[in-house]
């Protein structure tokens, strides 16, 4: 019944890395989207795809790029992982184009940098 | 982005209704009114929606004033595994709008 997939729980990498969050949707939606949630902050928007490789930026794209390369997969990049960009990271697909249905979240990658 | 306004916290008993409102004064006309609720070390889940007209589903109401200024979510029994936050988020009408999250309302039920 699993529906949003991320690859990972949990991910401990150094700074400077280049870090992969991938996030795989089985329901053919056309919209995707990946947010971080930080206490007192709730969640962020920082990118979102509405098609097979077209992205926008959301409110906080810096130091993050993202690929969509097929329908169901979205990939969340750090360039250059650094310290504050420890967080946790949420997927989310949602509704068929035209249609205001549900969004649907992976469990979410909690990725800490050290 | 039409924003939201939510209680930071609110507590229930165990068994009995709880209506959790929100306020969303500069809604537009194509604005649909989403609920999420965020468990414990889980992702967000869908709750519900609507846009105009009262909703029910197998997992609450929501409630929608005839201004559509403000909204209540109705859960009508609470349990203890409906403790979480809850999120009131404005979706713009059509493909490509985003749920913009506010801090949405720490639910506590006590048993």
């Known amino acids: 019944d699993v529906k949003v997939t991320q690859s990972s729980r949990y991910l401990v990498k150094r700074t400077g890395e280049k870090v992969f969050l991938e996030c795989v949707q089985d329901?053919?939606?056309?919209?995707m989207f990946w947010y971080r949630q930080d206490p007192g902050l709730g969640l962020r928007l920082i990118y979102f795809s509405y098609d097979v490789k077209m992205k926008e930026k959301g409110d906080i794209p810096e130091g993050y790029s993202v690929s969509r390369e097929k329908k169901e997969r979205f990939s969340l990049i750090l360039e250059s992982a650094s310290t504050n960009q420890t967080s946790m990271y949420l997927c989310a697909s949602g509704w068929p184009t035209g249609m205001n249905t549900e969004a649907f979240f992976g469990q979410g990658t909690r990725l800490t940098v050290v | 982005d039409a924003k939201t306004t939510q209680p930071n916290s609110m507590e229930s008993n165990e068994e009995e209704p709880v209506h959790l409102p929100c306020n969303h004064s500069t809604i537009s006309g194509t604005d649909y009114i989403h609920w999420y609720r965020q468990l414990p070390s889980q992702g967000p889940e869908y709750v519900i929606h609507g846009l105009t007209s009262n909703v029910n589903n197998r997992m609450a109401s929501l409630a929608i004033a005839e201004d559509r200024k403000s909204s209540t979510l109705i859960l009508h029994r609470a349990t203890l595994r409906d403790a979480a936050v809850y999120y009131c988020i404005l979706r713009h009408g059509g493909s490509q709008g985003n749920l913009i999250f506010g801090k949405g309302t720490k639910l506590s039920v006590k048993p």
């Open positions: 329901m053919d939606h056309e919209n």
